[in-house]
């Protein structure tokens, strides 16, 4: 792939290079270019499945489709990774729609085949027409890039178009994140922090925090998950923090050799097989101490005690690692429901950091006589 990623940068920055010429060129209030952004959807599975070589002929099955479908004067770019550009001078949004929406559907078309099997493609695509006040193409590029997010946000094998500026203020509405996800996917775009926590005993306790990265500001995971409904984006992202935890997990918590690690999951991947099928082959390809990590679910994602959250607890905990039970006491009947729960510890903690001094005291109090009955540990410090 290394070719491929050679290729991506040199060509994207003939795109850029082309698209700026283009505009400079164009006489104010009078002729409209496009570009087209083009993703190939769910390409990582392609290179999971089929691995880096499988990946490398797969985009050029998907050139060749796209090359094959290009009108005169349109010219085709790739972009690195699993993207690509089309460049359509003259155009205008409305004749380019309809035009990328026969390059989706010649792409679905035409079935790639790959070691004797027929793996089915598909794109999304994203939209922008050039308008007067665009002085650099990156601009015009920006905006059929944040098309195409919403276009991915949608399931894919979709076209959408965005001919308006991209900043409209700091009120965005939830239905932004999964583009934002998207974005952040293609672009490096989630930073992980691990944060030493104040607990008692004389082990160091450290938390895992991921961040979303929109512009320069960070936004903290935990605070927007009720806004991503996307499973599928949760379970990705729950993996790929994980994935960087193991990287290097001693440099990750200063090399300290008895630090316990607290790593929240999503509903996503107590849900999903998987998680725990690459939580075992992490642990496997590293020296870290299983017993020193702690997978930590919150209640509020399960309000009622499930047998699936349950048989997920069982399963990590087999694994030789923790498990805790955040947002503990926040929830309807959870109280009643931790003799059932196969959890080690609980916290009540984010969620109750939110209420009064009095109530913190009251629910905290109640949950260490609970815990005394139940045998299980209770964090009381903020998490």
Known sequence: MNKAMNAGEVQRTAFFAQLDRILRATTFGTKTHCVIVLDIDRFRLVNQVYGERGGARCLHHVWQVLTSQLLEGDTLYYLGEDAFAILCPYRSAGEIITFAQSLLTAVAKKTWQCDQVSVPLTLSAGIAQSEDSDKRGDTVFARAEYALYRAKAAGGNEVESQLSAVDGGEEESASLWPERFHHAFLHDGFQVDIDSLEMAGDNPFYMVRTFLMVGKQRVALETIRDDIRAMDLLLSVDRWVMYKLFENPVANVSGDVR????LPVSAASVQARQFIRNLERQLKATDFPPQRLWLAVSELDFPVSTAQLDQFLTQVTALGCRTLLTDFG????????????????????????????????????????????????????PL
């Open 259 to 262: 630090a316990n690690v607290i």
């Open 330 to 381: 926040c929830g309807t009947g959870s109280l009643v429901a931790l003799f059932d729960h196969t959890v080690e510890a609980i916290s009540p903690f984010p969620a109750l950091a939110q209420r009064s001094s009095e109530e913190v005291e009251s629910v905290v109090t109640a949950l260490k006589l609970l815990c005394q009955r139940s045998g299980k540990l209770l964090f009381d410090t």
